[in-house]
């Protein structure tokens, strides 16, 4: 055998003790039929987490991110050139931690994807203006005492993002271990929860004549990792907010199931509102109760129901709700029993609404490692 030879089987054989290394994850799959949900199970460092991610799950990730791309830049070509993606990348990059960095670089290797291509995707939701519900309900509130949570991500469904639903679980090298709610290739956060009991829900309220937007801060989707991998309570989660430069408006609704306590921020940058349950300063005051916190699409139903169904609270009954303040384009729906870790979630599927869909169960617990 010849020099050459023998080096080429040398580094065939490295390549192939360094795959695993790169690629320590799985697929798993729950629900049925048209609702069955991808769940992808990786570990290790942000780059391999990535890696792994992206080896899973190469295909659908070329097809959904693909689509995402191509119908924001339909919907809003003005918006969505490239030159505005790669400024608002710019303009936010300061403000993300490496490790996401590293991560989404990860996910371009194992996929064999473009990072740039892939890091605009994730930029088209800087340049967009959304409107969602959140709403969290715990002690006497709910019918055993624990803190449930909505999340409904009302967002187009044009995209065909349902058609790539992917739950992810990480197991971060020194990190909490945690879950997120999103689609194949999306690196970032809308919903998620984490082994500590710590639940996120987002709502945008930055109103299109805000365009052109301060990018000048910390995106949302990266800070709820943070939150996720970091937050071991409810005030470390609301000290994390607190400590960032945010852009734009949202409303965030930060549970904690351990605690069983909840709290809706506004987020209006630059000013930051903390409101906890039965606030007199509340905007939505006289209509405010003790033991939950709410803001929806439709606030006049969510408070009857609240008012209603006080103390009954169980996950059946929040997706009952969660299907009640749904919005006209409703992409994916959230229920979280933060107490005990579990998740009900529901996708669009063909021209039906998340909230017309069946809520598939997840559990947390089922992916950690056995103690």
């Known amino acids: 055998m010849s020099r050459v030879s023998v080096a080429l089987m040398l580094l065939a054989l490295a390549l192939l003790a360094l795959t695993p290394a790169l690629a320590d994850g799985h697929l798993a799959t729950i629900g049925t039929g048209p609702d069955q949900i991808k769940v992808v199970v990786v570990s290790g460092t942000p780059y391999e987490m990535g890696y792994s991610y992206g080896s899973l799950l190469a295909d659908d990730i070329k097809a959904c991110m ?48 473009d990072l740039v291509w892939l890091r605009r995707a994730h930029c088209t939701t800087l340049l967009g203006d959304y409107s969602c519900s959140g709403v969290a309900v715990w002690g006497p509130a709910s019918a055993n005492g624990h803190l449930y949570q909505i999340r409904n991500l009302d967002f187009t469904t044009d995209a065909g993002l349902q058609d790539y639903p992917v739950i992810t679980v990480y197991l971060p090298k020194g990190g909490i271990p945690h879950a997120t ?60 907010v607190q400590n960032v430069k945010r852009h734009k408006k949202y409303y965030y609704v930060i549970g904690d199931g351990d605690a069983k306590a909840a709290v809706k921020m506004n987020a209006f940058a630059p000013n930051l509102l903390i409101q906890k349950d039965n606030d007199p300063n509340d905007e939505f005051a ?49 229920v979280y029993d933060a107490t005990s870790r579990e998740m009900w979630v529901a ?19 089922d992916y950690l490692p056995k103690q």
Not at 293 to 317: E, F, R
């Open 66 to 113: 693909g689509r995402w791309m191509a119908a924001a830049k339909a919907e809003d070509p003005e918006r969505c050139t490239d030159a505005n993606l790669d400024a608002a990348w710019e303009k936010v990059k300061p403000y993300v931690k490496q490790r996401w960095v590293d991560e989404l670089r990860g996910i371009a290797d194992g996929a064999g994807v």
């Open 181 to 240: 709610v999103g689609f194949a290739g999306y690196a970032g956060c809308h919903a998620g929860i984490n082994a500590e009991g710590i639940a996120l829900t987002e709502k945008g309220a930055t109103p299109a004549k805000d365009y052109p937007f301060d990018l000048d801060g910390v995106p949302f989707f990266t800070l709820f990792r943070d939150i996720l991998e970091d937050a071991h309570s409810l005030d470390e989660a609301v000290s994390m």
């Open 286 to 334: 006289p209509n405010v109760r003790a033991n939950l916190v709410y803001v929806t699409m439709d606030n006049a139903k969510a408070w009857q129901h609240l008012n209603q169904n006080y103390g009954k609270y169980d996950a059946d009954k929040m997706i009952e709700l969660s299907k009640l303040v749904h919005g006209g384009g409703n992409l994916v729906n959230v």
């Open 347 to 365: 996708y669009a599927e063909g021209t039906q609404m998340a909230w017309q869909r069946p809520y598939v169960h997840f559990a947390l617990a």
